[in-house]
């Protein structure tokens, strides 16, 4: 059974930094996209930063509005996937969500992952890490 669980959610203030963990069991995938979603109270959850990997290459692709400031990674060896999050800005507050889907020819692109269908809806979600911060 996959289990995805996050952590490193918190409060801090504007400008600081936050490392998201989400730890992956139960599964070895070879094609697949991992995403960080977030989302905000009273808005659409939001794709943020994604990674997918054919077995050989790994690419990330971010949403505008966290380019540069977001960096998304992989701990292949202990399946962790990572988001680091830099220059934070109160409009960053949100539940912050990992969720991954499998299979061959799955991509990532500004923030999303898509399939030979299009957007995917994702097969395996963690629960979620609060990020808040303050101006």
């Known amino acids: 059974q996959v289990q995805l669980v996050e952590s490193g959610g918190g409060s801090v203030q504007a400008g600081g930094s936050l490392r998201l963990s989400c730890a992956a069991s139960g599964y070895t995938f070879k094609s697949y996209c991992m995403v960080w979603f977030r989302q905000a109270p009273g808005k659409e959850r939001e794709g943020v930063a994604t990674?997918?990997?054919?077995?050989?290459?790994?690419?990330?692709s971010y949403v505008d509005s966290v380019e540069g400031r977001f960096t998304i990674s992989r701990d292949n060896d202990n399946n962790i996937l990572y988001l680091q999050m830099n220059s934070l800005k109160p409009e960053d507050t949100a539940t912050y969500y990992c969720?991954?889907?499998?299979?061959?020819?799955?991509?990532?692109?500004?923030?999303?992952?898509?399939?030979?269908?299009?957007?995917?809806?994702?097969?395996?979600w963690g629960k979620g890490t609060l990020v808040t911060i303050s101006s």
């Open positions: 990674l997918d990997s054919d077995g050989v290459t790994n690419s990330t």
């Open positions: 969720a991954a889907s499998v299979a061959w020819g799955i991509y990532g692109s500004g923030g999303y992952c898509y399939n030979s269908g299009g957007r995917d809806t994702m097969d395996y």
